[in-house]
Each structure stands twice: as structure tokens, then as C-alpha cells.
């Protein structure tokens, strides 16, 4: 078994308490003292501070120097408009396969003369070589393994990055800046995966302690872990990869085509032209047999990643799967997201999910269960 990897932060995590478990190849706190379900409640009504360094970073440089040509060849591997991607913005997208799946999601920013990435932690090995392997012609991919990756969530956020740097206040959600914060060069951008407003930090390995420490120093602000993150993530309706999103399922039925601007899709100026694109786009036309949905089981018992789902108490045949599921601490019920065939996908219908032999109610749900609160 290969030995896990330790964060820049691991000490700050012991220090403060946290229970580590292995994620994704790392040592990563689960939750510290104050336990996951009022980690929750505070990153969504004041901040909570998570570690995400785990994550991939990555540059990529055009060889000519001209960043369009870097957009142009990683649109044929990502099926969003990143040659529209304005200086200073950031976007979200995903990686696709030959057959349609999704190999990896993912966040890209331009930075004027580079490509921003950021892709997940049990995903960048293979996310690397993925890009080495078909944009070398044309681009220079840099690893940044020299910075970590911090995010800090929830309403006070704002207030809390401004207390060292004012120019974070005038972002909007998916803008980013480099701020000078306590001496160092720090990539900011104003989003996160929670649902909450915040920021999500590049920060080189030196300095990342002396920020955490002044974050965390601040009343309002509390360390968070990996089980908070995955409570509030559901509760926006945000995918997990590897269990919401993987390469089986493909944009449309992972209800992720909204990212797939008109641009790129049939008709559009660069319609196409990118992995899996006849596959994706056929589906955006004629639809697709199963969908992602948002369920609330009528019970409290919490309806689990791998529950199978039925249309009726007694049917014999699945017509869907549960991929992630738990208690929604701010909506206060279980809550769950899962695929079903789109017959039985309008909102509100009845469908039943069988937990340990017996069916138990769930009424199909529009996601997000709890709304958004970007600052737009």
C-alpha cells in the first residue's frame, strides 16, 4: 500500500484536533472538534476554511505565445468556450471520452499570457498525461506542485479575505485576481463548492500556514473538513467525481450541459471539434434515457450512495441508482441525488428507494435543495 501523502497543512490540522482519515492518496482531516454537522451550519451562516491542496494544479502555456492558441487546443478536449474566456475569468468544465463520459470535471481560468487549472486530486495523475499526451504540440503543461490550494466559504468570507487584502471584495463570482496578502503572491478567484460566496486560494507552500493561521484567527472563521464539505456540496447539488459523475455518464444525463455554451454546440461558431463530440451533441438534441435527479426521502433514514430506486413499492425492476446521499443539515432532512429513468424524472413524482429489504417513499426533488448565494 503506498504511503499517504501529508498537505503543507498536516500540522495545522493535528494541532487543532482534526480526525485524518486517506483521501484520494492524502492524509486529510475529516472533521476537527467542533464535529461535522455544526462545521456545516457555520460555513453556511458565517466562513469555514478548508484545506484542498490534494487538488491538481496545473499551468498551460501556449508555445506561441499567444493565448488563444492554448484555448483552441484544449477546447479539443474540453467541450466549453474557453476562447471566449475573458482575462481574469474562470469557468467550470469537464473533460470528455471518446463514447460521451465525463473523465474528469474541472475549473479553468485565463490568466492572460497562461491557462489556470484546477482538476481533482484522485484524477491528476492521469489529467497530466491526458494533456501531455495531446497538447504537447502546441503547449507547455507545468505541474504546480510548489502551492497549496485553501478555500474559504460562507457569508462572512468577504469581510474575512478583506481584512488582509481589500481588493477581493470588488470580485465576482468566477472572477480572479493575484493579491499580495501578508507578503505573498496569491492566486484568488471567487468561487468554491459549496453553494456559499467565497474564494478559492493558490498559495505558495512558504506562506500558506502564516494565512491559515490569520484566517482562523478571526472570529467567524473555523477550519473545516472533508465531511462538511461533502454534506454542503450535496446540498447544492454540486457532483462528487467519481460517484455523481464519472465516464459512464455523459453531460446530458448529469444535468451538466448548461457549461456547454452555444459556441460549441451544433450550428455554433466552433461547434464540435472536441472528444466524444458526436456522442454529447446528438444527446443535447434527442435527450437521453436517464437523468440526474434531486431526491427527499419521506423518512429521516438517509438514502445512500448505491440504494437502488423503484417506481412503486412492489416493482421488480430498478429504474435508477442513488450516488450520493445523507442528512441536509441546513435544509434539515435526508436528501439524496442519484439517476432514474427520465420517464419517472418530473419533479414531484413518487418513486421508492430499497433500503436493508424494505421500499421506503422519496419524491423526485429540483436541485439545488438549498439556493445559491454568489456574488454575481
Not at 497530466?128 to 505541474?143: A, R
Amino acid at each position: 500500500m503506498a504511503e499517504l501523502k501529508r498537505t503543507p497543512l498536516y500540522d495545522i490540522h493535528i494541532a487543532l484536533g482534526a480526525k485524518m482519515v486517506p483521501f484520494a492518496g492524502y492524509e486529510m482531516p475529516v472533521q476537527y472538534p467542533l464535529g461535522v454537522m455544526k462545521e456545516h451550519i457555520q460555513t453556511r451562516k458565517l466562513a469555514g476554511l478548508f484545506d484542498v491542496s490534494h487538488m491538481g494544479q496545473v499551468i498551460i502555456r501556449p508555445k506561441s505565445g499567444n493565448i488563444i492558441d492554448a484555448a483552441l487546443a484544449l477546447e479539443k478536449l474540453i467541450p466549453i468556450d474557453i476562447v471566449g474566456l475573458k482575462e481574469n475569468r474562470q469557468r467550470y468544465g469537464f473533460f470528455t471520452t471518446d463514447s460521451g463520459g465525463i473523465l474528469d470535471d474541472l475549473m479553468i481560468a485565463n490568466q492572460g499570457d497562461h491557462l489556470f487549472m484546477v482538476v481533482n486530486a484522485g484524477c491528476k495523475e492521469n489529467d497530466i498525461n491526458h494533456l501531455l499526451k495531446n497538447l504537447e504540440n502546441d503547449c507547455i503543461i507545468e505541474t504546480v506542485t510548489d502551492r497549496s490550494l485553501i478555500a474559504l466559504q460562507g457569508p462572512f468570507a468577504e469581510a474575512a479575505l478583506s481584512t488582509f487584502s481589500p481588493d477581493v471584495a470588488g470580485m465576482r463570482f468566477m472572477d480572479t485576481i493575484k493579491a499580495n496578502i501578508l507578503g505573498a503572491s496569491i492566486w484568488v478567484s471567487r468561487s468554491g463548492y459549496t453553494g456559499e460566496d467565497g474564494y478559492e486560494m493558490s498559495v505558495p507552500n512558504e506562506s500558506v500556514v502564516k494565512l491559515v493561521n490569520g484566517l482562523i484567527a478571526l472570529d467567524g472563521v473555523e477550519p473545516i473538513g472533508l465531511g462538511a464539505r461533502d454534506s454542503l456540496r450535496l446540498e447544492a447539488g454540486l457532483c462528487l467525481y467519481g460517484h455523481d459523475i464519472d465516464t459512464t455518464t455523459t453531460p446530458s444525463e448529469s444535468a451538466l450541459t448548461w457549461a456547454i455554451q452555444k459556441v460549441r454546440r451544433r450550428d455554433g461558431e466552433r461547434a464540435g471539434e472536441f472528444i466524444g463530440a458526436d456522442y454529447i451533441l446528438d444527446e443535447i438534441e434527442k435527450g437521453v434515457s436517464r437523468k440526474r435527479i434531486g431526491l427527499r426521502p419521506s423518512g429521516r433514514a438517509p438514502m445512500r450512495e448505491g440504494i437502488k430506486i423503484f417506481s412503486t413499492d412492489t416493482a421488480e425492476t430498478s429504474i435508477g441508482v442513488i450516488t450520493s446521499g445523507g442528512y441536509g443539515p441546513t435544509v434539515q432532512h435526508a436528501i439524496s441525488m442519484g439517476y432514474i429513468n427520465t420517464e419517472f424524472s418530473k419533479i414531484g413524482s413518487t418513486v421508492f428507494a430499497e433500503i436493508r429489504g424494505k421500499r421506503m417513499e422519496a419524491t423526485v426533488t429540483a436541485l439545488p435543495f438549498t439556493p445559491s448565494n454568489f456574488k454575481r
